[in-house]
């Protein structure tokens, strides 16, 4: 009688019952010949490996072993006999990816019986949860040792006794001390009031539970450097329950250069401030919902009251309801995006009225309006100063034409004769002081003239006028002097409206055929004609006398730049005429210039937009 | 027909002497002079004259406010003033009118053709 063991000893393989071991098996089995080829495989090896088994009994069992792994597995399976022996390979399945298999090899009757368990799986689909987080955890592993080294905070962790376990990169970056050095000493070598700390470890009353945090918080700590040096931070603290002990991570933030930054924005918005304050000017930041947010020390001498009980406060509050109303649209029109100035008096605190320049720049970002800069100036001395000069202006034109006209007027009736003859020389004497007389009060009518244009205390007066009308208007007030030279002046109008100021603009047709005149031969004809244009007429005057060398044509616009410096004795003119007529035209948002070929005459030009901007001078 | 009469306000007694004489020359008018607004409008009222020649820039009483003061008395409101300015200026000269002149004649003037002038104003034949 044979024991049941020798009886499954001596069972030969195929045996029903075995055999439905070999098919229900979750090892991967397999059955080698002699030379190593494939005689038999279970299903569990074709569905793992991706092999069916006629596929393989052509091929050796070292075939699909990997080339590195080929050598040890030959000199197992040389060496095989009946004990079963133990390998690990790396074994090519049907797609070309390997798996990690550990193997029982045994020999029998010249066969190889072979088992394999996976060491890792490639493909792992129908794995444990269990398992799968702790594959997860190893995946993680070096991405968490990443983010610990690259973080940009320190990370310290320390165990409930406050002793340091982990010091990342920064830490030591931080603190100056290597991981090595600092690993197992007392976090009070880095934080010298642990006190801050034990807040929050008195905060945890929470309980715990796995290896979530289970205590938070933050708060601003000073921390202390290798050096000694000492320098604030702030913390966030998590504490996590790990394998029965605690476990707390302390993630700090150097907060020194942050404190230099603000510092440094703080000393610059004090230079600002005592910048502006030391400004004569009131310099104001409005919001879009027109509240003060900044205002110098100029404000206080304004309205009285401290200049920083100002912000916050609303305009209409601030100024009150009838200098807010005053300014209203223009504060209006900047909140909307314009630039706006404008002059205007106001009353001080003292209730006197000054007058003053206010400027809105609107605060644009990203398209839009946050607020606007305000910049008020006192310009009432600019003002009185405007006015005095007005005046002298006045005073001198008055006070130089007084004695002129009694000179002049003498002269004029002493040469008429009716008073008497002179002897020939003189009548012209006479000749002479009249000539004269008459220069001296053109050159004084132009120098005021120039002067109060520049000035801009002649505002052009600009209204809808006829080209054609301004053209003859100009020709007949020159008609007697034309006849006097015997130069004939012909019109080319053109049928069309400009906006201008028509004394001005015949002031300057005046000046410019004068001149065309004066220079003109007995005989020859001047030219004035207008040349209708997209937007704007453009004004000629030709002339065909002697014309003007090519190195005067830019100069001759200026003040006393005559082609000839005798011009003013032999034709009377002042040297002021054409400069007129440039501040005329520039007035008028136009262009003067002149053509001109030396010798064979010259003709200038003015253009006039069509348009009716408005004259920007005050 | 009774010689014209002029009254001229002018505070410069030079120029009244040049526009008299001016005028006398080319015409029978005849001119009556006063060194201020105040002194004119006392001429005004007491001998209405055909015309006015009126300084502007003038002490005390200017040429604006004597010509407001003459257009107030119903006396003197009729009478045609023309202005002498030595204000070029067109903004000047429409302020002039504005008033209620009846022309504007510039300093300095031509005395040889003042009269003519201040006829063309006056519509007078000349």
């Not at chain 1, 201008?500 to 004066?518: F, G, M, R, V, Y």
């Not at chain 1, 003007?548 to 003040?559: S, V």
Request: proline residues 5%; glycine residues 6%; contains cysteine.
């Amino acid at each position: 009688m044979v024991s049941s063991e020798q009886q499954h000893a001596n069972l030969p393989l195929t045996l029903p019952p075995l055999g439905m071991f070999f098919e229900i098996a979750p090892s991967l089995l397999c059955v080698l010949d002699a030379g190593g080829y494939f005689h038999t495989t279970n299903p569990e090896f074709s569905s793992r490996l991706g092999y069916v088994l006629p596929a393989l009994q052509s091929h050796r069992f070292l075939d699909f072993v990997h080339p590195e792994d080929c050598e040890a597995t030959f000199d197992v399976l040389s060496q095989l006999g009946e004990s079963a022996v133990t390998l690990e390979n790396r074994y090519r399945s049907a797609t070309g990816s390997y798996c990690e298999l550990r193997w029982q090899l045994t020999k029998k009757a010249g066969w190889i019986y072979g088992a394999a368990l996976e060491v890792v799986a490639v493909e792992k689909p129908d794995a444990e949860p269990a398992e799968q987080a702790a594959q997860a955890l190893d995946t993680c592993q070096p991405v968490l040792a990443s983010i610990f080294d690259m973080a940009g905070e320190a990370i310290i962790c320390i165990d409930q006794d406050q002793q340091i376990q982990l010091f990342n990169r920064r830490a030591e970056n931080i603190f100056g001390y290597g991981a090595q050095d600092i690993v197992g000493q007392p976090l009070g070598r880095l934080l010298p009031e642990p006190s801050s700390l034990t807040n929050w470890r008195q905060r945890d009353t929470f309980g715990t539970s796995g290896a979530r945090p289970v205590a938070e918080g933050t708060s601003t700590v000073t921390g202390r450097r290798k050096n000694g040096e000492t320098f604030p931070a702030v913390v966030s603290v998590a504490k996590n329950s790990m394998d029965g002990g605690l476990w707390y991570t302390i993630v700090l933030q150097d907060l020194t250069g942050q404190m230099a930054a603000a510092a440094s924005i703080r000393r610059s918005e004090e230079r600002l401030r005592t910048t502006t304050n030391a400004l004569p000017v009131l310099i104001a930041y409005i919001d879009a919902q027109e509240y003060y947010r900044f205002n110098n020390r100029a404000y206080e001498n304004w309205l009285g009251v401290p200049y920083q009980s100002l912000e916050g406060q609303r305009l209409s509050q601030a100024l009150g309801p009838d200098i807010y109303a005053i300014i209203q649209p223009y504060l209006h029109q900047a909140l909307k995006g314009e630039r706006v100035t404008f002059e205007v008096e106001l009353p001080k605190s003292d209730r006197a009225y000054r007058w003053v320049s206010i400027s809105y720049q609107p605060d644009i970002q990203k398209g839009k309006v946050k607020g606007c800069f305000a910049l008020t100036q006192d310009i009432s001395a600019h003002k009185a100063a405007d006015q005095l000069k007005d005046e002298f202006v006045s005073v001198v034109s008055h006070e130089l034409r007084t004695p002129l006209t009694s000179i002049h007027g003498s002269l004029k009736l002493l040469t008429t004769g009716k008073l008497g003859h002179l002897a020939p020389q003189g009548q012209e004497l006479l000749e002479i002081a009249l000539n004269n007389t008459e220069r001296l009060t053109r050159l004084i009518n132009d120098v005021l003239d120039l002067e109060r244009i520049e000035s801009g205390l002649i505002k052009m007066i600009k209204v809808r006028c006829r080209v054609a009308d301004l053209l003859e208007q100009a020709a007949h007030a020159m008609g007697s002097m034309a006849q006097a030279h015997g130069v004939t002046v012909n019109i080319v109008p053109v049928e069309a409206d400009i906006y201008a100021d028509p004394d001005h603009i015949e002031q300057t047709l005046t000046n410019l055929l004068s001149n065309a005149i004066k220079f003109s031969l007995q005989g020859q004809t001047v030219l004035l004609e207008a040349v209708d244009q997209p937007h704007q007429i453009l004004f000629k005057v030709i002339d065909h006398g002697r014309g003007i060398p090519e190195d005067k044509l830019e100069t001759i616009f200026e003040r006393f730049q005559q082609v000839d410096a005798s011009d003013t004795r032999k034709h009377g003119g002042t040297g002021l005429g054409l400069a007129i007529c440039r501040e005329i035209v520039q007035h008028h948002h136009g262009r003067i210039w002149v053509k001109s070929i030396h010798g064979q005459g010259s003709t200038f030009c003015f253009t006039l937009p069509k348009s009716s901007r408005e004259d920007p001078s005050p | 027909m009774t010689r014209r009469q002029i009254l001229l306000i002018d505070d410069e007694t030079d120029i009244q002497t040049v526009a008299k004489i001016g005028i006398t020359l080319s015409t029978d008018w005849e001119v009556i002079t006063a060194n201020s607004g105040e002194a004119g409008l006392d001429v005004a009222i007491a001998t209405p004259p055909d015309a006015i020649l009126l300084d502007v820039a003038m002490p005390g009483m200017d040429g604006l406010a004597t010509l407001a003061a003459l257009k107030q008395n119903p006396a003197t409101t009729d009478i045609p003033i023309i202005f002498l300015t030595a204000k070029a200026q067109a903004a000047d000269r429409r302020r002039l009118y504005e008033a209620g002149a009846k022309g504007v004649i510039l300093k300095p003037f031509d005395p040889t053709t003042l009269a003519s002038q201040m006829a063309g104003f006056l519509a007078w034949p000349f």
